[in-house]
């Protein structure tokens, strides 16, 4: 066995009767960094959805992954009636038990520093966006699984992550992600078009 | 700094049901509707009854127990919708926990919230139908087991229909059936001890029917949620 962290060979996605995506065969390595991209509908959540393992029955194909994945998904598992340090704290992942300092430090990196203990819900949608992102400067897993994170960020936001997912890479993990955007990952950013791939 | 650390299940389970604890007591109404919904009947029947203590009193065990059951029902229904609504549902299955392990500590929440304040007041309940209250220990300790298995099955119904529109009432159809045997072994525990005779039997089937729902129903809740995270 390889040190991939991921590696997909000849996967296919169905929903319902419709094939959305064949034979994809992708490594993902320590250090990599893939962008999925593609037209609305291709099917990029599902394949992140596939690597998460959150939808094995339509998947088809060989999949092997480490297990330590960070996923976040459109909905981020946050809970309005709960402040930001407590979404962080009890998080259902579970993936990581933070201490108060470290969520703090982390809070403050994504730019909420005096929002720790702000009722989330009250929060904006961007900062909502902030705290699930936030999951990522704590101790977090290797492979990242990111449904559009940069949707409702604003350019510094933009920045903020850029440069964590560089940081990620360079430590050692790798990030998939999807989005629509180009990012600035300085030469590191591979980009995976699934136009390739569309299922029959 | 990037790996993540190894985690530990019990530390993993508190967590969670402090998170689930925070939850309900941010929204009580959720806790306190069934509580206020079982006062509501039992003040109800004996305006539809008539007020003869002997009569309500031999009806008062299926009373109890009825209300018990529907009540649970109206817990069950919410159990595992805004998760699933929010993304936690998902974020659970991702836990490196197994799955039947981690939708432990939302049950715990809500049984220490629904169940286990039922119970308590439950004798209370029992004396405005005119229940003695030399049974309230009988009835404390049916309760407190019968709403344990309801919730346990209950939770396998809604894990499988969470996903589903409206599906209240195929929940309802689904476990309702499943409730029968508790209801009868709890109001037979009941109307043993009302009447003399030995409740110990109808009590060790319940203590039965936790243990064998806390060893399955976790694994069937599992199975369940995976289903509903595929649609």
Request: charge should be negative; charged fraction near 15%; hydrophobic fraction near 50%.
């Amino acid at each position: 066995m390889t040190t991939a962290l991921l590696e997909a060979r000849d996967l296919s996605i169905h929903k319902g009767l419709r094939q959305l995506l064949k034979d994809v065969t992708l490594c993902i390595e320590p250090g990599d960094l893939w962008q999925l991209a593609g037209g609305n509908g291709i099917g990029k959540t599902s394949l992140l959805r596939s690597f998460a393992r959150l939808a094995s029955i339509e998947v088809y194909g060989d999949l092997s992954r480490c297990d330590d994945v960070l996923y976040i998904g459109h909905s981020a598992a946050l809970k309005g009636a709960m402040t930001p340090r407590q979404n962080l704290k009890y998080h259902p992942s579970g993936l990581c038990t933070p201490t108060d300092t470290e969520i703090d430090e982390a809070l403050a990196a994504v730019g909420l520093a005096g929002y720790e203990n702000a009722l989330t819900a009250r929060l904006s949608a961007g900062q909502k966006r902030r705290v699930a992102l936030a999951r990522l400067f704590l101790p977090s897993g290797r492979l990242w699984l990111l449904d559009e994170p940069f949707t409702a960020l604003d350019v510094a936001g933009v920045a903020v992550l850029e440069q964590r997912f560089q940081a990620h890479a360079q430590a050692g993990g790798a990030v998939v992600f999807t989005s629509h955007q180009s990012a600035e990952l300085g030469g590191l950013l591979s980009v995976l078009d699934l136009e390739q791939f569309r299922g029959d | 700094m990037t790996e993540a650390r190894d985690i530990d299940i019990l530390h993993y389970c508190r967590s969670q049901t402090v998170r689930h604890l925070i939850l309900i007591l941010r929204s009580p109404s959720e806790m306190i509707n069934p509580l206020v919904f079982f006062l509501l009947v039992i003040v109800l029947f004996p305006l539809g009854l008539g007020p003869d203590p002997k009569q309500l009193s031999i009806l008062a065990p299926g009373i109890l127990w009825v209300v018990a059951l529907l009540s649970n029902l109206m817990i069950c229904m919410r159990l595992f919708v805004d998760d699933l609504e929010d993304g936690s549902l998902e974020q659970l299955a991702m836990a490196r926990v197994p799955l039947s392990v981690a939708v432990l500590p939302q049950l715990t929440a809500s049984w220490l919230a629904s169940g286990l304040l039922l119970s308590l007041v439950s004798p209370l309940f029992g004396l405005m139908l005119g229940l003695p209250l030399d049974v309230a220990p009988v009835l404390v300790a049916s309760l407190l087991m019968g709403t344990a298995i309801m919730l346990l099955l209950g939770a396998v119904g809604a894990a499988l229909t969470v996903g589903v529109q409206r599906g209240g009432i195929l929940l309802a159809l689904l476990i309702l059936p499943l409730y029968v045997p508790v209801l009868i072994a709890g109001t037979r525990s009941l109307n043993e001890a009302l009447h003399g005779g030995d409740p110990t039997v109808a009590l060790a089937l319940l203590g039965a029917g936790v243990t064998g729902g806390l060893l399955l129903a976790p694994l069937a809740i599992a199975a369940g949620v995976r289903v509903s995270l595929q649609l």
